[in-house]
């Protein structure tokens, strides 16, 4: 298969084939190292083209290719984040968790992503931070990089950095469940913008922790600004409330 199939493959509409298609570019960059240098010079010309779904492919062979090279990384990312497409910036979030979580470019980029309107890279960033604080070696949760990150969004008057926090609490939560304990602190602090991400993140985890989720919801009186958002997500999990 040529190039230019590849591309076609890597452009297309139907994600089986995309899928293929980084299949392919895996396959012949991991060859040989000359064989990545060459995909490379493609990858640098596809990162421009007129579809927004080969730049997608594009940006997730450089995940796959390129993550221990934090420069190609970042060089990517900086065309990524900026490009009109969702589909695009959400490739973006995906590949940077690659990056170390110290890394001086890394938190900027994510303040950029989280601000975005669509709420799927809000998700994808979510799970972007989840995936790099889970690879931290502290044992205290709240203590890992970028645990202030998700606090400070949970803080944020930009509802988009709110969700992009819920989002990554109900990622870590997965593996780690004193994210709940977490909520339920924040569910008896006295700030609004705090109190909507837990409740958000709460309409994320409540299917799968019922009890704690329902517990964590009876703390907190839905005041001006939580009512809508505090009665939608009830209704959404139809929980009863202790009266």
């Known amino acids: 298969m040529d190039a230019e199939e590849i591309r076609a493959l890597g452009g297309n509409s139907k994600a089986e084939l995309r899928t293929r298609a980084l299949k392919i570019i895996k396959m012949v960059g991991k060859a040989h190292p000359s064989a990545k240098k060459r995909v490379l010079t493609l990858l640098e010309k596809w990162i421009t083209d007129n579809n927004p779904y080969l730049r997608r492919t594009t940006l997730l062979a450089i995940g796959d290719l390129f993550k221990k090279n934090s420069d ?19 490739a973006t979030a995906k590949i940077l968790e690659h990056l170390p979580a110290k890394h001086r470019r890394l938190q900027e980029m994510i303040q950029i992503l989280a601000k975005d309107k669509t709420t799927i890279v809000n998700r994808s960033v979510g799970d972007m931070l989840a995936k790099i604080i889970r690879k931290s070696k502290k044992k205290q949760l709240i203590k890992r990089p970028l645990m202030g990150l998700i606090k400070e969004f949970a803080q944020s008057d930009d509802k988009n950095e709110r ?11 997965r593996k780690n469940k004193e994210i709940l304990d977490v909520l339920n602190e924040w569910s008896k602090e006295n700030d609004t913008n705090l109190k909507w991400t837990c ?4 309409k994320l985890l409540g299917k799968k922790r ?3 989720v329902s517990n964590i919801l009876n703390n907190i009186t839905p005041e001006k600004g939580l009512d809508r958002i505090f009665n939608k997500t009830l209704k959404e999990l139809e929980y009863p409330l202790k009266g």
């Open 163 to 173: 969700k992009t926090a819920a989002f990554a609490l109900r990622a870590i939560e």
């Open 72 to 90: 190609i990384l970042l060089k990517f990312s900086e065309i990524g984040i900026k490009d009109t497409s969702w589909e695009v910036r959400m």
């Open 210 to 212: 019922p009890i704690e």
């Open 199 to 202: 409740i958000y993140a709460c």
